[in-house]
């Protein structure tokens, strides 16, 4: 699998689909609310050698002291082959994601994956809060 963050190479209809038909997350998510994120995150297109896409991962940042790792998946006819640990690998050397004060993530079931790359449950939880609408695009 080949990793670039090139907004221009992303798949967005595939992107779109999986996120808005098929995530846990991100059930009916407008198109256009997903273009808007893309446009506004550091994104990770991971690609088959005829150039099809296959995973995508978002980070949102500052470039500076903060970050947070959303909307990764392969898709599932892929999946158990290694990509998502190749994926994780890309977005943990990227340049603009070093010396990260913070960096965070959600996940229901990954936490092993993402445990290989030093992430651990929050130090103070309790330091911790959040608004959270996980119905916010079902209609």
């Not at 221009?8 to 098929?22: K, T, V």
């Not at 846990?24 to 407008?30: C, I, L, R, Y």
């Not at 550091?42 to 005829?50: K, P, S």
Request: aromatic content about 10%; proline content about 6%; overall charge neutral.
């Amino acid at each position: 699998m080949n990793i670039s963050t090139d907004k221009a190479a992303l798949d967005i209809p595939l992107i779109h689909r999986f996120l808005s038909e098929r995530s846990t997350w991100a059930v009916g998510m407008p198109l256009a609310m997903l273009e808007k994120a893309i446009a506004n995150s550091l994104c990770f297109g991971g690609y088959q050698e005829d150039g099809g896409q296959i995973a995508f991962a978002r980070v949102i940042t500052d470039g500076a002291t903060f970050a947070n790792l959303v909307d990764v998946f392969v898709l599932p006819e892929h999946r158990g082959l290694g990509h998502s640990k190749r994926l994780v690998a890309a977005i943990m050397a990227h340049p603009e994601l070093q010396g990260l004060r913070r960096f965070t993530l959600a996940t229901g079931d990954a936490h092993g994956l993402y445990a290989q790359f030093g992430f651990a449950p929050p130090q103070r939880p309790q330091t911790l809060m959040e608004r959270y609408f996980p119905d916010l695009y079902v209609k």
